[in-house]
């Protein structure tokens, strides 16, 4: 390694690089509902509003059940290979999404790329402690989830604009899963599990990363259990447990069920349908970096405490009220804006989440993660079928709006179990 006193730019090359997978992801991931709601799946797969809830919800949770096992092998046997090995499997899974004959054939592809993608955030999150300055936490979480962001905005209208061009829209999973495969080895190529283990890293970036962590050195004892006991125990994280389980029943309508809404209620065609929802879901990626300065500002002149709280609470609080005003907009601008709103707001916080989670998960990074973002999957996974029972209940005029308001007050729950996280008390010291 070189000893010039200008450090090497190794770090954004790894921040890049991990935007760039989680693109790739949300696309991926969010492509499904503009594929199921296209007129050509509609006219060569015939299925029933069960069979699409349980097509939607099969991702989920299958991705929210394999968050801590996902979390502890990447702790475990290093991030670096199973994170490439993630990014290939549910490329493949995609790819295979357009083999599809049917519910079953349509459910298990569904069901192992959600698996498959399990892993990527909780072992990039503790990547990304050691890839990142202590004081820009926040920042760096922010540009990842940004790219997972961007990935979801252009999904929708990605996808319409490849089965219009296509015909077919059996080319929209084909198309994603080879670019994955590329992005896979690109992964592998750029990341190393630790910057004293990069050949491109100088001793002037490792001393940078290395400022405010004391002994920063490379695992060495990776650790072999999840820490059950501890997590159950914390109350501290049982309430980020709620916010990220209510959060993402709120949000998830934008990205599972506004195509409908679009289609059934303002009875709008394939393209302007991913034109409005890109429009809305682009609005949102505004928030991340945004998101991110500001919980590391806050955090550096009041405390962790009130730096990752006030965040994740208040913006979640904007959210349900923007679904309220939302609804009232007739025209395409209107609701792409309305909807984009929503949108903003929860994102804004997601960033002070993430690095809550690293202030209190020690050296369990990706487990601990994994455990959090598993229960906010389970919310994910639960939205469709519980949306479809609030509009089959109580939706006589079926305009959608008990279902949104379902949504803004998730969003209201996930605001008050946030006003309970404390970044400062770490999950293994409230467990030991």
Request: charge should be positive; hydrophobic fraction near 50%; charged fraction near 15%.
């Amino acid at each position: 390694m070189s000893s010039s006193s200008r450090p090497t730019a190794v770090r954004h090359q790894i921040l890049a690089t991990a935007t760039m997978v989680a693109f790739l992801m949300y696309l991926d991931r969010i492509c499904l509902a503009n594929i199921l709601s296209s007129d050509s799946f509609q006219k060569s797969i015939h299925l029933d509003q069960g069979q699409i809830d349980g097509i939607k919800g099969a991702f989920f949770w299958a991705y929210a059940l394999f968050q801590v096992p996902a979390g502890w092998l990447s702790d475990r046997f290093g991030a670096r290979m199973l994170i490439t090995i993630y990014i290939a499997a549910w490329s493949f899974f995609t790819a295979a999404t357009s083999f599809a004959m049917g519910f079953w054939t349509l459910f298990a592809a569904r069901m192992l790329c959600g698996l498959a993608e399990a892993g990527y955030y909780p072992a990039s999150s503790g990547l990304m402690t050691r890839w990142a300055h202590i004081e820009s936490r926040g920042f760096a979480s922010s540009v990842i989830s940004w790219g997972g962001r961007v990935g979801g905005a252009a999904a929708p209208g990605l996808t319409a604009f490849v089965i219009l061009q296509a015909g077919d829209w059996r080319w929209a999973g084909w198309l994603y899963g080879v670019v994955g495969i590329l992005v896979a080895a690109c992964y592998w190529a750029v990341f190393r599990e630790h910057p004293r283990l990069h050949p491109r890293c100088n001793d002037a970036e490792i001393a940078l990363m290395a400022e405010g962590r004391g002994d920063f050195q490379p695992i060495k004892d990776p650790p072999r259990r999840f820490p059950l006991l501890a997590a159950c125990r914390s109350k501290n994280l049982w309430m980020a447990n709620g916010v990220q389980f209510f959060t993402n029943i709120g949000w998830a309508f934008l990205i599972l069920s506004l195509p409908d809404y679009l289609k059934k209620v303002k009875h709008l065609d394939d393209g302007m349908t991913g034109l409005i929802t890109t429009g809305a879901l682009t609005i949102g990626i505004l928030a991340l970096p945004v998101g991110g300065l500001m919980t590391d500002y806050i955090s550096k002149r009041h405390g962790r405490r009130l730096g990752r709280m006030l965040p994740m609470s208040l913006t979640k609080f904007g959210a349900a009220a923007l679904y309220i005003l939302a609804l009232q907009m007739d025209s395409a601008w209107g609701m792409a804006i309305a909807f984009g709103a929503v949108t903003f707001f929860a994102d804004l916080g997601l960033p002070a989440m993430w690095t809550f989670m690293q202030d209190i998960s020690g050296k369990c990074q990706a487990q601990l993660f994994g455990w959090g973002n598993m229960w906010g999957n389970f919310g994910a996974a639960i939205m469709p079928m519980l949306f479809s029972a609030v509009l089959k209940s109580f939706d006589t005029n079926h305009d959608f709006h008990e279902g949104v308001w379902l949504c803004a007050g998730a969003f209201v729950l996930a605001g008050a179990f946030a006003l309970f996280v404390n970044a400062e008390k770490p999950v293994m010291q409230e467990g030991s």
